[in-house]
């Protein structure tokens, strides 16, 4: 019962116990903007959360959160209650994305949650979270208000790596994803930049056997000939995970640069 009931607070708690990547360099300093302060973590997160969460151990706001307390949130949010409140290590409009709840985003935004600050632990936004994380157009709505998709995560991690990190989503969320992630790099969101083990945003594309996003990267000029920290490009990663249409398409890439004389590089 525990863990059903928990389970929308375990999502958010999940996505901010993972470990940080604070040994490569970041073009914003890790000051630059407030962060919610880290979470107890005892190794178990259903415990954790079910713990961080319950009734008098979290915010009154975080109890709101859930699809069936809309009212409620509105009481709370026009008595007052401080939308940009953090708690275990995410902020009530962390919490709202991670829950996939887009009518809670547009109220706590309304009420003057902020975009950008605070953020995790970890240095992401909002904005890092809604790209990661059906339904995709949560990201558009954060966008559309103003979230900045510049901002970079600890280790580097753009908008872009958020966007591409995520499983393969299901049909009718890929043309959103695809969507999103042109938006991201006319915003020049640099495309071949790395996070974690080297990675870009190509390679955990490919990774997951995305071929539209990987089409996308490739014709803004994603390099796939870099290499991880583990020594693979984008072909090696692709067929480590065994995925052939996305082998195909870089195979095609590659003899097609191949074919170019140096005058039409």
């Known amino acids: 019962?525990?863990?059903?009931?928990?389970?929308?607070?375990?999502?958010?708690?999940?996505?901010?116990?993972?470990?940080?990547?604070?040994?490569?360099?970041?073009?914003?300093?890790?000051?630059?903007?407030?962060?919610?302060?880290?979470?107890?973590?005892?190794?178990?997160?259903?415990?954790?959360?079910?713990?961080?969460?319950?009734?008098?151990?979290?915010?009154?706001?975080?109890?709101?959160?859930?699809?069936?307390?809309?009212?409620?949130?509105?009481?709370?949010?026009?008595?007052?209650?401080?939308?940009?409140?953090?708690?275990?290590?995410i902020s009530p409009l962390m919490m709202a994305v991670a829950n996939g709840d887009a009518q809670v985003v547009a109220l706590l935004l309304d009420a003057g949650a902020r975009l950008d600050s605070p953020r995790d632990t970890n240095g992401s936004t909002p904005l890092h979270y809604a790209l990661s994380t059906p339904p995709l157009e949560i990201a558009t709505l954060l966008l559309e208000r103003g979230a900045d998709a510049r901002v970079l995560a600890d280790g580097g991690r753009t908008t872009l790596h958020s966007l591409a990190l995520?499983?393969?989503?299901?049909?009718?969320?890929?043309?959103?994803?695809?969507?999103?992630?042109?938006?991201?790099?006319?915003?020049?969101?640099?495309?071949?930049?790395?996070?974690?083990?080297?990675?870009?945003?190509?390679?955990?594309?490919?990774?997951?056997g995305n071929l539209g996003l990987t089409n996308l990267l490739l014709e803004h000029g994603a390099d796939p000939t870099l290499r991880n920290k583990r020594g693979e490009d984008a072909l090696a990663c692709a067929r480590r995970r065994g995925h052939?249409?996305?082998?195909?398409?870089?195979?095609?890439?590659?003899?097609?640069?191949?074919?170019?004389?140096?005058?039409?590089?």
Not at 66 to 81: I, T, V
Not at 246 to 251: E, I
Not at 253 to 259: N, R
Request: charged content about 20%.
């Open 1 to 89: 019962m525990i863990r059903r009931m928990a389970w929308p607070a375990v999502l958010a708690m999940l996505l901010t116990l993972a470990p940080a990547q604070a040994k490569t360099p970041v073009r914003e300093p890790a000051s630059a903007a407030v962060r919610c302060p880290a979470a107890r973590a005892s190794g178990d997160a259903f415990q954790d959360a079910a713990r961080e969460f319950r009734p008098g151990a979290a915010p009154r706001i975080f109890m709101a959160l859930s699809k069936d307390r809309h009212a409620l949130l509105k009481k709370l949010l026009a008595a007052g209650d401080d939308p940009n409140i953090c708690h275990a290590g």
């Open 166 to 208: 995520q499983p393969l989503p299901p049909p009718q969320q890929q043309a959103i994803q695809i969507a999103l992630a042109a938006r991201l790099l006319r915003q020049r969101i640099p495309v071949d930049a790395t996070h974690g083990q080297g990675d870009t945003a190509l390679q955990m594309a490919v990774s997951t």
């Open 244 to 265: 052939a249409a996305v082998v195909q398409r870089l195979q095609q890439h590659l003899a097609g640069k191949t074919a170019l004389s140096p005058a039409q590089q």
